[in-house]
């Protein structure tokens, strides 16, 4: 079989990947694929396979430090990386111990009532627009989590419109050239952020985790606070912009699992975000892991120094895990699920972006009951690459 280079932006492949990932899991569960970005010279493999991506999410021989691994010299590293998803045991363990002191569950649920008034403000703004449409990312899905994020780390004046551009060319690059400008426009921003934090401390996240030690007296270092920072901002606005969004594109595709939805909230949305999450996730194929030595994976030898991508979104309608994958069902049991990773590196704000889902799709939906893509809007335009997985634009119309 043919395979087509996942990291080219190719119409067909966005528009489906899910009929690409299903035509090579019925083929087995791990695949070559090809990587046209100029600094991959290794082996890609694709793991498809639900039961293969979730040891590979775990298997101690698979590296996240890339930077220490040398499979891309041609790469600096920035302050930005100085993260726990760009780290192996023990520096992960360790970052992860420090930062869960203070992002608990109990920080979460105290934003509750501000997320919820977040959600009222911003729905509030879109029911007052006399045309009666909305491009509902722009309206919502990227603000609402913006602003939660921004808040929670003690930064509520975050240029949003440079932000945003830099977080775009990091997850998902507008050229296949290997570069790191984003990283380090970023990484300075933060850098001038974690030194204003440190003389003037408030009650948020970020100046909790430069006050935390651990009972040895541990604590982040500045290198390591701006990449925490990084990775937080990051990853705590883009993949929950993307729930929203192909949650609620998921719901207007199938109006049966809308009715139901409408028809009982207390008893169904709980099940429904999850298997949003499921059906189709914010994360198409996780970042690289990189083989220490020679290993297997699926009956498919990995040589060492290859890098390995896993497929979420291949292992997440895998016929062997759950019952007629492809079909959107609400009802559905899809506890397991990998939208969130699995192992060291499962996503720790998962907590925040499922009460964030949930505030704002239960919001949108009572506000607006007769909501609906607005066929003027034009076809979908995808976000590129094979990482993240959703549109630029969402038009509703009501």
Known sequence: ????????????????????????????????????????????????????????????????????????????????????????????????????????????????????????????????????????????????????????????????????????EVLAPTSL?????????????????????AKAPGEDLLSALIRTRDEDGDALSSKELIGMAFLLLIAGHETTVNLISNGTRALLAHPDQLAALRADYDGLLDGAVEEMLRYDGPVQNTTYRYAREDMELGGTAIPAGATVLVSLAGADRDPERYENPEAFDIRRAPQGHLAFGHGLHFC??????????????????ERFPDLAEDPAGGPPTWIGGSLIRGVTRLPVRW
């Open 1 to 168: 079989m043919p395979q087509p280079d996942i990291s080219a932006n190719d119409a067909d492949f966005h528009a489906d990947p899910y009929a690409f990932y299903a035509r090579l899991r019925a083929a087995g569960p791990v695949h070559h694929v090809e990587v046209s970005a100029a600094e991959y010279a290794a082996p890609t493999l694709l793991v498809v396979g639900y039961e293969e991506a979730r040891r590979a999410l775990s298997h101690p021989g698979l590296s996240k430090d890339w930077n220490s691994s040398g499979v891309l010299p041609g790469v600096a590293a920035t302050v930005a990386n100085s993260n726990m998803l760009e780290t192996d045991p023990p520096q992960h363990t360790r970052l992860r111990r420090l930062v869960a002191r203070e992002f608990t569950t109990r920080r979460v649920q105290a934003m509750r009532p501000r997320v919820q008034q977040i959600t009222d403000e911003l729905l509030d703004a879109m029911a007052a627009r006399p045309q009666r449409t909305a491009d509902l990312i722009k309206a919502l899905a990227f603000p609402l989590p913006m602003t939660v994020i921004g808040e929670l780390l003690g930064v509520p004046d975050l240029d949003r419109e440079r932000f945003s551009y830099w977080s775009k």
């Open 177 to 197: 050239a290997p570069s790191t400008t984003a990283h380090q426009k970023l990484g300075d921003y933060l850098a001038e952020l974690v030194e204003a934090k």
């Open 348 to 365: 720790i704000g998962a907590p925040l972006a499922r009460m964030e889902g949930r505030i704002a799709i239960r919001g949108l939906l």
